[in-house]
Protein backbone atom coordinates (compact mmCIF):
# COMPACT_ATOMS: atom_id res chain seq x y z
CA UNK A 1 0.00 0.00 0.00
CA UNK A 2 1.56 3.45 -1.14
CA UNK A 3 1.41 6.37 1.76
CA UNK A 4 -1.70 8.63 2.05
CA UNK A 5 -1.27 12.44 2.59
CA UNK A 6 -4.37 13.75 4.22
CA UNK A 7 -4.66 18.01 4.37
CA UNK A 8 -6.26 20.28 6.56
CA UNK A 9 -6.41 24.09 6.10
CA UNK A 10 -5.90 26.53 8.96
CA UNK A 11 -6.63 30.61 8.17
CA UNK A 12 -6.03 32.96 10.99
CA UNK A 13 -6.55 36.41 11.11
CA UNK A 14 -5.36 39.07 13.95
CA UNK A 15 -3.15 39.06 17.02
CA UNK A 16 -2.44 35.78 19.20
CA UNK A 17 -4.96 36.44 21.49
CA UNK A 18 -7.29 38.62 20.01
CA UNK A 19 -7.59 37.05 16.66
CA UNK A 20 -9.52 34.22 15.67
CA UNK A 21 -9.38 31.31 12.47
CA UNK A 22 -10.97 28.57 10.63
CA UNK A 23 -10.07 25.30 10.07
CA UNK A 24 -11.33 23.14 7.05
CA UNK A 25 -10.79 19.94 5.47
CA UNK A 26 -11.60 18.57 2.45
CA UNK A 27 -13.80 15.96 3.55
CA UNK A 28 -16.49 19.04 4.90
CA UNK A 29 -16.34 17.35 8.48
CA UNK A 30 -14.23 20.42 9.09
CA UNK A 31 -16.32 23.48 6.47
CA UNK A 32 -14.44 26.48 8.07
CA UNK A 33 -15.07 25.67 12.04
CA UNK A 34 -14.08 28.35 14.02
CA UNK A 35 -10.95 28.63 16.44
CA UNK A 36 -9.53 31.41 18.79
CA UNK A 37 -7.51 31.47 21.74
CA UNK A 38 -10.44 31.48 24.32
CA UNK A 39 -11.42 28.18 22.35
CA UNK A 40 -9.04 26.71 23.10
CA UNK A 41 -7.83 28.48 26.86
CA UNK A 42 -10.37 29.09 27.71
CA UNK A 43 -13.01 26.59 27.28
CA UNK A 44 -15.39 28.86 24.66
CA UNK A 45 -17.42 27.33 22.74
CA UNK A 46 -16.32 25.50 19.59
CA UNK A 47 -13.04 23.50 19.22
CA UNK A 48 -9.13 23.76 19.34
CA UNK A 49 -5.83 21.75 18.04
CA UNK A 50 -5.92 19.94 20.66
CA UNK A 51 -9.64 18.35 21.15
CA UNK A 52 -8.66 17.79 17.51
CA UNK A 53 -5.27 15.39 18.19
CA UNK A 54 -7.65 13.76 21.09
CA UNK A 55 -10.44 12.61 18.81
CA UNK A 56 -7.53 11.54 16.18
CA UNK A 57 -5.54 9.82 18.75
CA UNK A 58 -8.94 8.13 20.07
CA UNK A 59 -10.44 7.17 17.00
CA UNK A 60 -6.93 6.15 15.60
CA UNK A 61 -6.08 3.93 18.88
CA UNK A 62 -9.56 2.64 18.69
CA UNK A 63 -9.14 1.52 14.93
CA UNK A 64 -6.24 0.20 15.59
CA UNK A 65 -7.18 -2.17 18.39
CA UNK A 66 -9.94 -3.42 16.25
CA UNK A 67 -7.26 -4.51 13.57
CA UNK A 68 -5.02 -6.36 16.54
CA UNK A 69 -7.87 -8.27 17.90
CA UNK A 70 -8.96 -9.22 14.52
CA UNK A 71 -5.68 -10.29 13.34
CA UNK A 72 -5.61 -12.38 16.77
CA UNK A 73 -9.08 -13.92 15.75
CA UNK A 74 -10.96 -11.84 18.49
CA UNK A 75 -13.95 -9.95 17.16
CA UNK A 76 -14.73 -7.07 19.28
CA UNK A 77 -18.13 -5.94 20.06
CA UNK A 78 -17.38 -2.25 21.76
CA UNK A 79 -14.45 -0.33 21.74
CA UNK A 80 -15.30 2.76 23.05
CA UNK A 81 -11.64 4.97 23.32
CA UNK A 82 -11.44 8.93 24.80
CA UNK A 83 -8.48 10.79 25.08
CA UNK A 84 -7.49 13.83 26.72
CA UNK A 85 -4.98 15.76 25.58
CA UNK A 86 -3.02 18.18 27.82
CA UNK A 87 -1.04 21.40 26.99
CA UNK A 88 1.06 22.96 29.22
CA UNK A 89 3.24 26.10 29.39
CA UNK A 90 6.82 24.99 28.54
CA UNK A 91 10.07 26.43 27.47
CA UNK A 92 8.85 29.97 27.50
CA UNK A 93 5.49 28.52 25.03
CA UNK A 94 3.34 25.75 25.19
CA UNK A 95 4.15 22.20 24.86
CA UNK A 96 1.36 19.27 24.08
CA UNK A 97 3.38 17.01 26.98
CA UNK A 98 0.97 13.76 27.35
CA UNK A 99 -2.45 12.18 25.86
CA UNK A 100 -4.60 9.81 28.24
CA UNK A 101 -6.45 7.09 26.63
CA UNK A 102 -8.98 5.37 28.32
CA UNK A 103 -10.87 2.32 27.15
CA UNK A 104 -13.75 0.39 28.54
CA UNK A 105 -13.74 -2.81 25.97
CA UNK A 106 -16.17 -5.33 25.10
CA UNK A 107 -14.75 -8.48 23.34
CA UNK A 108 -16.20 -11.66 23.66
CA UNK A 109 -14.35 -14.55 24.87
CA UNK A 110 -10.63 -12.81 25.11
CA UNK A 111 -8.56 -13.41 28.36
CA UNK A 112 -7.43 -10.46 30.14
CA UNK A 113 -3.58 -11.31 29.41
CA UNK A 114 -3.76 -11.74 25.46
CA UNK A 115 -6.13 -8.42 25.76
CA UNK A 116 -3.43 -6.83 27.80
CA UNK A 117 -1.08 -7.59 24.73
CA UNK A 118 -2.94 -7.02 22.01
CA UNK A 119 -4.36 -3.61 23.77
CA UNK A 120 -0.41 -2.25 24.47
CA UNK A 121 0.37 -3.23 21.18
CA UNK A 122 -2.29 -0.84 20.24
CA UNK A 123 -1.63 1.84 22.33
CA UNK A 124 2.28 2.08 20.67
CA UNK A 125 1.78 1.02 17.12
CA UNK A 126 -1.13 3.56 16.52
CA UNK A 127 0.02 6.07 13.75
CA UNK A 128 -1.10 8.97 15.83
CA UNK A 129 0.65 7.76 19.54
CA UNK A 130 3.85 7.79 16.66
CA UNK A 131 3.88 11.14 16.15
CA UNK A 132 2.87 12.76 19.19
CA UNK A 133 6.17 14.12 21.23
CA UNK A 134 4.41 13.30 24.46
CA UNK A 135 3.92 10.73 27.02
CA UNK A 136 0.69 8.26 25.91
CA UNK A 137 -1.06 6.74 28.94
CA UNK A 138 -3.66 4.09 28.97
CA UNK A 139 -6.14 2.33 31.34
CA UNK A 140 -8.79 -0.05 30.10
CA UNK A 141 -11.07 -2.02 31.17
CA UNK A 142 -12.88 -5.07 29.93
CA UNK A 143 -16.26 -6.29 30.14
Known sequence: MAGITRTAEAVWEGT??????????PSGVLPGTPYSF???FENA??????????????????????????????????????A?????????GFAITSSALTLHAEVP???????ATI???AKSGC???????????LEWTLA
Open 127 to 137: PVSKVLNATVT
Open 119 to 121: VEG
Open 84 to 92: AVTIEPKDG
Open 38 to 40: SRR
Open 16 to 25: GKEGSGTLTT
Open 45 to 82: PGTNPEELIAAAHAGCFAMALSFGLSKEGFKPKRLHAK
Open 109 to 115: GIEREKF
